[in-house]
């Protein structure tokens, strides 16, 4: 079964520390990984796709196959990281789309 | 603008009375999917839509219908509104190799 993992509920942290919310994901196969957020009462946006191994917003992910992670980091936190991070899966299906599968998100708060 | 909208934003009903939430988009994309997000268990999957006419179930489909006649709308219905789907509730559309665009929600109560 696909399953994703986001271990912690909240995560409080100081500004200009680091960072790293932590998502773990079960999948047989070759999955896609994404990280959204959602600004307070805003629409979900993608912030990171694992293929395209980019940097938004000073935010990283690797995909570790070997651990079956996908973390979130940063390496110095800012105020308007405050918001809520979902980590997400969509496996492949070989050319069919599979569905996304979310975690149960990680409201990440970032203090003065 | 994102290329997608949702209506209502807001709607407050009461106990066994039928909702219909509308998503619309300008994209042309052929996926579209209705998610509701609450506190503690983050965003599951009620219905998605692979075409006109072309829908399927996803984890929490019960109590929930969907409609997809054109490409750019997609329905949610509730067919007889209970408390337990009071939520927010979110659109979203996709092209095949990206992630998905979400709209900017329904936050529904039901009394």
């Known amino acids: 079964a696909q399953r994703v993992t986001q271990p912690e509920k909240l995560l409080s942290v100081f500004k200009g520390a680091p960072v790293e919310l932590k998502c773990n994901y079960s999948y047989s196969g070759s999955p896609e990984l994404f990280w959204y957020v959602q600004y307070s009462r805003q629409r979900l946006q993608l912030l990171l796709r694992h293929i395209s191994r980019e940097s938004i917003k000073g935010f990283t992910a690797d995909l570790n196959k070997g651990e079956t992670s996908f973390h979130l980091k940063k390496p110095f936190a800012q105020e308007e990281d405050s918001a809520m991070y979902y980590c997400a899966l969509r496996a492949n299906r070989g050319g069919s789309q599979g569905n996304l599968i979310f975690g149960k998100g990680t409201k990440l708060s970032v203090k003065p | 603008d994102a290329g997608i909208t949702q209506s209502p934003r807001h709607k407050v009903t009461e106990t066994g009375t039928p909702v219909t939430l509308r998503c619309h988009q300008t994209?042309?994309?052929?996926?579209m999917y209705w998610y509701r997000q609450d506190p503690g268990h983050g965003l599951r999957l009620i219905h998605y839509?692979?075409?006109?006419?072309?829908?399927d179930k996803g984890e929490v489909s019960d109590g929930y219908s969907v409609s997809r006649s054109k490409t750019e709308d997609f329905l949610l219905t509730l067919e007889s509104a209970t408390s337990s789907q009071t939520s927010v509730y979110f659109c979203a559309i996709s092209a095949s190799n990206y992630g998905y665009t979400f709209g900017s929600g329904t936050r529904l109560t039901v009394v």
């Open positions: 839509s692979y075409g006109v006419k072309d829908t």
């Open positions: 994209e042309n994309h052929r996926y």
